[in-house]
């Protein structure tokens, strides 16, 4: 096999969900269509990386000058600011667009295993933007997992004596879902939190 | 979402294997990584667009000036040919290094389901190439699926009356493999081929 070949293979082996077995599957589909398939992508990934980047303010990545199009956004709340764990999650909040304010993107959950301490939350740079906007509430949007409700709970903590409300998303049943398959766990917090 | 990220996704949801939920979480881990992983990648995937063709003779993929490096290996016989489906299965022969001829790799196999008919086999390229290298034998090494086995018949009827030796792969237990477990079939196969 072509080194550049081997060298492409083990490249794409190396992201995440795929192995070398997809990675092998992958460079032929794009060398067998390399008119209509791997040109395009070429372009496409040399555009992002030319113009993608992350924004210094919340950390969401994008195509931009100063600041993501969510930050220089006039018609999004500056008051209201939505903590996530990565930009999928924001994508996917984007996606039901319940949301019209801005975003805090952290750069990891804290995660004793990871070696992930408070300094991956930036909750300082996230404070100095909620005193300098007026900043009225915090919305942690964090996953239901121990890592996700550690560092909600910890968030919670760092804001409590400081002049800014704080809610997290509520737990309960998903939509369509159905009480006899519900986990313990997840029954439990529906019934709790009822109203 | 910007719309280079857009296009981006889009395009790599469409390699065989992923979606866009795969695709947006690459895509993600490109852009946080830039140095380290994006850079390289379109480097290397760059390389291989510029260099990698498929070979003229025997349709492998390649970086070469004229013919592949396995059809321009003089230590390798030029009387034996092995035809393979594509080239991840080339590339695992080879691996074994169990083959020390040349291939002629097939650009599909037949099916009438996908309107894939004799054309796709490339068999008078292939007599050429063996009335030229006065080629001993031509090894069918194809899957043992319907349309690999019907593509095995339909190339030993087109050799039947040529003067070249025709074989295929042996069926049987695989190695390692557990009578108990195997499927009838292959039984069957293994008892009538025992020797």
Same mark, same amino acid.
């Given at each position: 096999?072509?080194?550049?070949?081997?060298?492409?293979?083990?490249?794409?082996?190396?992201?995440?969900?795929?192995?070398?077995?997809?990675?092998?599957? !992958? $460079?032929?589909?794009? !060398?067998?269509?390399?008119?209509?398939?791997?040109?395009?992508?070429?372009?496409?990934?040399?555009? $992002?990386?030319? %113009?993608?980047?992350?924004?210094?303010?919340?950390?969401?990545?994008?195509?931009?000058?100063?600041?993501?199009? !969510?930050?220089? %956004?006039?018609?999004?709340?500056?008051?209201?600011?939505?903590? $996530?764990?990565?930009?999928?999650?924001?994508?996917?909040?984007?996606? #039901?667009?319940?949301? %019209? +304010?801005?975003? &805090?993107?952290?750069?990891?959950?804290?995660?004793?295993?990871? +070696? =992930?301490?408070?300094?991956?939350?930036?909750?300082?740079?996230?404070?100095?933007?909620?005193?300098?906007?007026?900043?009225?509430?915090?919305?942690?949007?964090?996953?239901?997992?121990?890592? /996700? =409700?550690?560092?909600? &709970?910890?968030?919670?903590?760092?804001?409590?004596?400081?002049?800014?409300?704080? #809610?997290?998303?509520? &737990?309960?049943?998903?939509? /369509?879902?159905?009480?006899?398959?519900?986990?313990?766990?997840?029954?439990?917090?529906?019934?709790?939190?009822?109203?």
């Amino acid at each position: 096999m072509s080194p550049d070949i081997e060298t492409l293979i083990q490249k794409i082996s190396r992201l995440p969900g795929l192995g070398p077995r997809s990675a092998r599957r !992958i $460079v032929i589909h794009l !060398i067998r269509n390399r008119e209509r398939s791997m040109e395009p992508l070429l372009t496409s990934m040399d555009n $992002v990386y030319k %113009n993608v980047k992350v924004c210094p303010i919340c950390s969401n990545i994008d195509a931009f000058l100063e600041t993501c199009s !969510i930050c220089s %956004n006039k018609k999004r709340r500056k008051d209201l600011i939505c903590i $996530v764990e990565n930009v999928a999650d924001l994508w996917a909040l984007e996606r #039901t667009s319940c949301f %019209n +304010g801005q975003y &805090h993107v952290l750069k990891g959950l804290l995660s004793s295993l990871d +070696g =992930q301490g408070p300094e991956v939350l930036e909750l300082e740079k996230l404070w100095k933007r909620c005193e300098e906007n007026n900043v009225e509430e915090i919305i942690i949007a964090l996953s239901a997992t121990v890592e /996700g =409700q550690t560092t909600d &709970h910890y968030i919670k903590n760092f804001f409590k004596d400081k002049n800014v409300k704080i #809610t997290s998303l509520a &737990h309960g049943i998903p939509i /369509g879902g159905e009480l006899d398959y519900l986990d313990d766990g997840t029954l439990f917090a529906a019934f709790s939190a009822r109203g």
